[in-house]
């Protein structure tokens, strides 16, 4: 059955699909986004097979790396329009992100080495059954401290959305505990762990993170409406979350005329900015944060890459769950990978590859393994 094939080889399936109607161009949308660094070399070869049999290939990514190495030919698209062009044999990275964004941006993050503290967010033997009775975490353990960010990566689908959505109370657990702080969270509601301090970046901005149909100023204070800060009783402080919404925009770099247009009149970039800085500006204690920079330009991403070291520099706890390896790499001081629900290794990003953690993506391990934490 198709469905039990790898996602890799599932992309060949489409491929085949394709080739068979005789197709003189393909299309790949982002094609990359669920496979593994040793499924992209394939998947890479297959596409210059296409090439060589005098296919058209038009190749959309957001990916730099990838398009200076599978390109013949460069467009750069901003805001729907093709702003310039680029050859691949002599365009760099930071040029053709100057060309997306409209100015320079700094491709690396730049973060001094973590000084980890106590324990903030302490997971225990946590398993997961969904709806149909498939066992889709099992037996999960693992700590984040004050002052650290610890990273999961992993192919999507291998249980890290439903990890993140039980750590934020979105999804019940059929086994484990969790605790902050030293408290006990396992039955707590989404508000009683966001007052404990719980900050959370869904995977999702449109869906989870915000109500489009709202204006900024009531996204900004959605998960603080309810405190006597802005409100009185049943009668909001509409004067004070105005003021704190200016101040937000003012702080995060929200590009807007008027904090009372609709979010949905955003950018995706600024939509997520908004998001990143509802829950970042109060005093939280731990961050999830799920596909962070999902669907966003580089600028974007060079900013909210800094907020989130900036709050680990402060002391918070930072959990992030990302597709795009490259992030976790970058971000993480630790970086967890899972398969198929479990946690299959714990590494330091210092001491692995891109290849490395790639293999214990795809199940397997790579050979005389180093830079695994005990």
């Known amino acids: 059955i198709v469905e039990d094939l790898p996602v890799g080889v599932r992309q060949r399936v489409e491929i085949v699909k394709v080739l068979l109607r005789d197709a003189k161009i393909v299309v ?5 986004a669920v496979l593994t660094p040793s499924e992209i070399v394939e998947f890479f070869s297959i596409v210059r097979t296409l090439t060589d049999a005098g296919k058209g290939v038009v190749f959309i990514t957001h990916k730099l790396k990838e398009a ?12 729907g329009k093709v702003v310039g062009d680029a050859d691949p044999k002599t365009a760099s990275e930071s040029h053709i992100a100057e060309m997306m964004v409209g100015r320079p941006v700094q491709l690396t993050v730049n973060k001094a080495t973590a000084s980890p503290k106590q324990v903030v967010l302490d997971v225990k033997d946590l398993s997961i059954i969904d709806p149909d009775g498939r066992l889709i975490v099992e037996n999960v353990s693992f700590n984040v401290r004050a002052g650290e960010i610890v990273g ?10 439903e990890l993140v959505e039980a750590i934020s109370g979105l999804r019940r657990t059929s086994q484990g505990s969790l605790t902050l702080d030293g408290k006990d969270i396992t039955e707590a509601s989404p508000r009683q762990r966001h007052t404990l301090g719980m900050g959370h970046v869904p995977e999702d901005r449109q869906r989870q993170g915000l109500v489009t149909g709202m204006t900024i100023t009531e996204n900004l204070v959605l998960t603080r409406y309810h405190d006597s800060e802005f409100c009185n009783g049943f009668k909001m402080k509409w004067s004070k979350a105005k003021e704190k919404a200016k101040e937000l925009v003012q702080s995060y770099d929200i590009r807007t005329s008027d904090p009372d247009q609709l979010a949905s009149t955003l950018s995706g970039g600024n939509q997520q900015k908004v998001i990143v800085a509802r829950e970042l500006s109060r005093d939280i204690r731990l961050v999830l944060a799920a596909q962070p920079t999902r669907g966003i330009d580089v600028g974007s991403i060079e900013y909210i890459h800094e907020q989130i070291v900036k709050e680990r520099d402060s002391g918070t706890a930072i959990l992030i769950v990302s597709t795009e390896l ?5 971000l993480s001081d630790r970086i967890l990978v899972m398969y198929r629900g479990k946690v299959v290794a714990d590494l330091d990003p210092k001491k692995v590859s891109h290849m490395d953690v790639g293999l214990y993506m795809a199940g397997s391990r790579p050979e005389n393994a180093v830079g695994v934490n005990s």
């Open 326 to 330: 490259d992030e976790v790499m970058a």
């Open 28 to 32: 790949f949308d982002e094609p990359t």
């Open 68 to 79: 200076l190495t599978i390109a013949d030919r460069i467009n750069v698209l901003r805001r």
């Open 152 to 161: 999961v990566a992993g192919v999507q689908g291998n249980g890290q959305t």
